[in-house]
């Protein structure tokens, strides 16, 4: 006859029941749901539905449809077994039988009769019926344990079609998360349609899928497209031959910027470097705005060519919180200023630089252009 003991700690006392307690694990389209019927103490039912909960609670809503499905009844169901609520009657009066023939074995009259008692108010008629024939409703209520199968015998066990798809998913995730850092898995909010800016007076518009910016009167942007660029340098060059941004424009399209313009108003032509304002998208790794400024202020630390010291302050544009850096560099001829404009949005930084000649009849007007072209960017707002 199988013991009647706690399956967590081995105790044997009136307060063993049958218990159904389990969790859930879920993995995108997998769930897998685990657990079942325990021989507990009140104690340990107690422990591991606090247990089982947890794990469900953590792990067990991240599979479509039945993680869903499946954690709120696992929950609700540890919370009913942990206040012996909802526990089978019949099955539970056996055991106390039993517990009760087997503590009275053991020399334990007092527990032997509080089990028996148990046993009578859950269903007097099985438990004398279980007393009585002890045997065959042990063996029911609670089997000898099977024996253990060899690890080799287990591995070499055919598998199901389910099991290699389960290991199969498995394998990719974790594939995924080595190669990518766990941001291929990262929940990302879907974005909203982007509001395009107002266009300025005499300005433009430039939109795409991932943001919308106004260009004020003056400036024209530049194609970052291999198959338009050398047309839009073409019809640059045609309006305006004195200012030379080939070389400019084709590294920013080397380097993936988003937008490229430049200043071409009246005074263009007597600066020594012409106004230029790029955009970059980087879909970064770090998760915040702060981290993703520290990352920049290190690089510009390290770089020779900006000027120390670096002006770094907090700002705040119609998109959202943003970090402003202002520093300059030694170029041919002059000292070159440097805005360049950090703004977080939906686990992707956007970086403005804008750089124009340090001089102060020339400065205050660039830095009402740098405000005009930072405060117009609208990016896709993530759903909060």
């Given at each position: 006859m199988g013991a009647v003991a706690c399956a967590r700690c081995g105790k044997l006392d009136a307060t063993v029941r049958l218990a159904t307690v389990t969790f859930v694990v879920s993995a995108i389209l997998l769930s897998f749901r685990r657990g079942g019927r325990q021989i507990l103490c009140r104690r340990c039912r107690r422990l591991r539905a606090a247990e089982y909960s947890a794990v469900s609670l953590v792990a067990g809503?991240?599979?479509?449809?039945?993680?869903?499905?499946?954690?709120?009844?696992?929950?609700?169901?540890?919370?009913?077994?942990?206040?012996?609520?909802?526990?089978?009657?019949?099955?539970?009066?056996?055991?106390?039988?039993?517990?009760?023939?087997?503590?009275?074995?053991?020399?334990?009259?007092?527990?032997?009769?509080?089990a028996h008692n148990a046993a009578l108010a859950l269903d007097a008629d099985i438990a004398n019926a279980t007393i009585a024939a002890p045997e065959p409703i042990a063996a029911a209520v609670a089997p000898s344990p099977a024996p253990?199968?060899?690890?080799?015998?287990?591995?070499?066990r055919p598998r199901t079609l389910r099991e290699w798809l389960t290991w199969g998913i498995v394998g990719v995730f974790v594939?995924?998360?080595g190669f990518t850092g766990g941001r291929m898995y990262w929940a990302r909010a879907f974005p909203r349609a982007i509001s395009a800016p107002t266009a300025p007076i005499g300005g433009t518009v430039v939109s795409t899928r991932d943001f919308a910016i106004a260009l004020p009167g003056g400036w024209?942007?530049?194609?970052?497209?291999?198959?338009?660029?050398?047309?839009?340098?073409?019809?640059?060059?045609?309006?305006?031959p004195s200012l030379t941004i080939d070389e400019w424009a084709r590294a920013q399209l080397k380097?993936?910027?988003?937008?490229?313009?430049?200043?071409?108003?009246?005074?263009?032509?007597?600066?020594?470097?012409?106004?230029?304002?790029?955009?970059?998208?980087?879909?970064?790794?770090l998760?915040?705005?702060?981290?993703?400024?520290?990352?920049?202020?290190?690089?510009?630390a390290s770089d020779a060519v900006?000027?120390?010291?670096?002006?770094?302050?907090?700002?705040?544009?119609?998109?959202?919180?943003?970090?402003?850096?202002?520093?300059?560099?030694?170029?041919?001829?002059?000292t070159v200023d440097v805005m360049r404009i950090v703004l977080y949005d939906n686990e992707r930084a956007?970086?403005?630089?804008?750089?124009?000649?340090?001089?102060?009849?020339?400065?205050s007007a660039m830095q009402k252009y740098v405000a005009a072209i930072a405060s117009s960017l609208r990016t896709p707002q993530s759903v909060r």
């Open positions: 809503w991240w599979g479509i449809p039945w993680g869903l499905i499946w954690t709120p009844i696992s929950v609700i169901g540890n919370v009913r077994t942990a206040l012996d609520s909802g526990l089978d009657r019949r099955a539970n009066a056996a055991l106390l039988a039993l517990a009760s023939t087997q503590l009275r074995a053991a020399g334990r009259s007092l527990e032997a009769d509080e253990p199968i060899p690890l080799r015998q287990r591995l070499r594939v995924g998360v024209e942007s530049i194609a970052m497209d291999p198959a338009q660029i050398d047309a839009s340098l073409a019809a640059f060059r045609a309006k305006q380097n993936k910027a988003a937008l490229a313009a430049v200043y071409v108003g009246p005074e263009a032509a007597q600066f020594r470097y012409v106004p230029l304002v790029t955009l970059m998208l980087d879909d970064t790794d998760t915040d705005l702060t981290r993703y400024a520290d990352r920049v202020a290190r690089a510009l900006v000027k120390k010291p670096i002006d770094r302050r907090k700002i705040q544009l119609p998109g959202g919180p943003a970090e402003n850096f202002h520093y300059t560099i030694d170029g041919q001829g002059g956007y970086g403005y630089q804008l750089r124009f000649e340090s001089l102060a009849t020339q400065a």
